[in-house]
């Protein structure tokens, strides 16, 4: 089993930034790719991006490419998004993720999830 612990979110104006981060409990975590999912109010679960197990391939959704960034650390069993040139359309509650396989842009994919974090960007 693999326990997610997000951290981070909170509230932000247009254009600022925020760096969330998901803790995973297994020392295992570096066998797993991981990915960033959100979810605003009435709308589908989202794909925002992700990272394979070594760290040297990511994927991001188009929505966020060239503002969102993210990283591992499998020393410290964490994965990070670095959030820039915020957008309020960017206001949802953000999961981490993981699977014991490849990088997936489809969250059914994704095994173990985490309790989300809420992230709103005012205008």
């Known amino acids: 089993q693999v326990q997610l612990v997000e951290s981070g979110g909170g509230l932000a104006q247009a254009g600022g930034s925020l760096r969330l981060s998901c803790a995973a409990s297994?020392?295992?975590?570096?066998?797993?790719?991981m990915g960033w999912f959100r979810q605003a109010p009435g709308l589908e679960r989202e794909f925002v991006a992700a990272?394979?197990?070594?760290?040297?391939?990511?994927v991001e959704a188009d929505s966020v490419k060239g503002r969102f960034t993210i990283s591992r650390d499998n020393a410290k069993n964490t994965v990070y998004l670095q959030m820039n040139s915020l957008k309020p359309e960017d206001t949802a509650v953000y999961y981490c993720?993981?699977?014991?396989?490849?990088?997936?842009?489809?969250?059914?994919?994704?095994?173990?999830w985490g309790q989300g974090t809420q992230v709103t960007v005012s205008s």
């Open positions: 993720a993981a699977r014991l396989g490849v990088v997936g842009r489809t969250h059914a994919l994704y095994d173990y």
């Open positions: 990272i394979n197990w070594s760290g040297s391939n990511t």
């Open positions: 297994r020392r295992t975590f570096s066998s797993y790719a």
